[in-house]
C-alpha cells in the first residue's frame, strides 16, 4: 500500500540525477516527473519548509517511487492551500494518486491548517477529476491559465 514519505533536497538532488540512491528507494522505471518540474518542486519545496509549512511528498509503494504530491505554495489568507500530485507515466491507473491526495488530506486534518484545499484539472483529464471526487473535492469553477488554457478548479473544506 502506498505511503506518503516527505521529500528532502537530497530526495530531489536523487530524483535529478545529482546523487545517488536515498534510503534505499528507487524510481519507477520511467522516472517520477520531468527534470523541469522536479527542478521547480524543488525550489517550491525549500520556500515552504524554510517557511514552517509543509512541501512535497514522495508517493512510494514498496520502497519505489511512483509518484509525488506537493503544496504549491503557503495557505492564502483565507486558510486555502493548493496541491498538486502526479504518477509516473508506468504507475497509473493503480490507485496511487487516489491514496496519496487521501493521505495528504489527513495530514492536513492532524496538522489543523489549512483549512481547506483546492486543487486544478484539465478538463481534458478525467482520471485526475475522478481522484479528487473520490476525496471529497467539489467542483468550485473553471477558470483560465497563460500556459495551461482552461482549468477546472476543485475545493474541499477540512474537519
Keep these: ?5 516527505q521529500a528532502t533536497d537530497l530526495h530531489f538532488a536523487w530524483l535529478l540525477g545529482e546523487a545517488s540512491s536515498v534510503d534505499g528507494l528507487r524510481q519507477a522505471p520511467d522516472g517520477v516527473e520531468e527534470p523541469r ?11 515552504l519548509e524554510a517557511a514552517g509549512h509543509p512541501s512535497t511528498f514522495l508517493i512510494v509503494d ?8 506537493s503544496f504549491k505554495g503557503p495557505p492564502d489568507r483565507s486558510g486555502v492551500a493548493e ?5 509516473a507515466e508506468s504507475r497509473r491507473r493503480r490507485g496511487y494518486a487516489t491514496r496519496a491526495v487521501s493521505l495528504l488530506c489527513e495530514h492536513v486534518c492532524r496538522s489543523g491548517a489549512p483549512k481547506a484545499l483546492k486543487a486544478e484539472t484539465s478538463p481534458a483529464n478525467p482520471a485526475s477529476q475522478r481522484v479528487l471526487e473520490s476525496n471529497g473535492f467539489a467542483h468550485v469553477g473553471m477558470r483560465q491559465d497563460v500556459e495551461d488554457g482552461s482549468l477546472l ?3 474541499k473544506t477540512l474537519d
Design 1 to 5: 500500500m502506498a505511503k506518503l514519505i
Design 37 to 47: 518540474i522536479l527542478a521547480w518542486l524543488r525550489r517550491i519545496s525549500a520556500r
Design 62 to 69: 514498496d520502497g519505489e517511487v511512483v509518484g509525488l504530491c
Design 83 to 87: 496541491i498538486g500530485y502526479g504518477i
Design 153 to 155: 478548479v476543485w475545493s
